[in-house]
């Protein structure tokens, strides 16, 4: 992360409605792989991942590697205000995500824990 993100920033990269559940998706489930958001938006992987390269370069979202999997999660030096703003509204707005969330929860050969799913 070279710049500190401001709220402009933060606030732009959240303007779509793919963008926004994705990014409360992994707040909510910690780490999410591309496949795993395919599933739970019902999107396309192109477009998945179109979405999660301008949110990595936003410098919300960091990735890391393992094996064929690409996971996300929240860029670990995010300022601290920017990770209670985005908890608050997933814990202010849980019922927006159902639908994406039972998706997610009914993935078959999903490639992390499930702990959401519990």
Not at 7 to 12: A, H, Q, R
Not at 26 to 54: D, F, M, N, W, Y
Not at 105 to 111: F, I
């Amino acid at each position: 992360m070279n710049e500190p993100i401001t709220p402009t920033v933060l606030f732009k990269s959240l303007a779509d409605d793919t963008r926004t559940k994705i990014t409360l998706l992994i707040v909510r489930e910690g780490e999410l792989c591309v496949c795993e958001l395919t599933a739970a938006l019902e999107q396309s992987q192109p477009k998945i991942s179109r979405h999660l390269a301008l949110l990595r370069s936003s410098g919300l979202l960091a990735d890391r590697r393992q094996g064929q999997w690409v996971y996300y999660r929240l860029h670990p030096e995010l300022p601290t205000w920017v990770t209670e703003v985005l908890k608050g509204v997933v814990d202010a707005n849980q019922q927006w995500l159902d639908t994406e969330t039972k998706r997610l929860c009914e993935m078959n050969d999903r490639p992390v824990n499930q702990a959401v799913c519990d």
